[in-house]
Nanobody
Framework: QVQLVESGGGSVQPGESLRLSCAAS????????MGWYRQAPGKQREPVAG???????TYAASVKGRFTISRDNAENTVYLQMNSLKPEDTAVYFC??????WGQGTQVTVSS
């Protein structure tokens, strides 16, 4: 079982930045996928970005060019750098490990 702890959410104004972190612990694998989903009020959870153990990254069209996913292998941590935030980015952001383990979620609010 893999445990995930997220951090870095908060409230910002449009155009500002935030960086989310997701630290994995427990029975991790050498081959994996880690990534971020988000869920806005009244909407379904949707994928935001993902990264394989091989370094391949994927992004939702709505965040491409603004968000960057990265990792620190030594710390078993994946990051989501979010720039040029928009009000429509407001959601609870969830980290996953192999789409099986999920974090508790961290709130991101973008509002003027």
């Amino acid at each position: 079982q893999v445990q995930l702890v997220e951090s870095g959410g908060g409230s910002v104004q449009p155009g500002e930045s935030l960086r989310l972190s997701c630290a994995a612990s427990g029975s991790t694998f050498s081959t994996y996928v880690m990534g971020w989903y988000r869920q806005a009020p009244g909407k379904q959870r949707e994928p935001v970005a993902g990264m394989t153990s091989g370094g391949t990254t994927t992004y939702a069209a709505s965040v491409k060019g603004r968000f960057t996913i990265s990792r620190d292998n030594a710390e078993n941590t994946v990051y989501l750098q979010m720039n040029s935030l928009k009000p429509e980015d407001t959601a609870v952001y969830f980290c996953h490990y192999n789409f099986h383990s999920w974090g508790q979620g961290t709130q991101v609010t973008v509002s003027s």
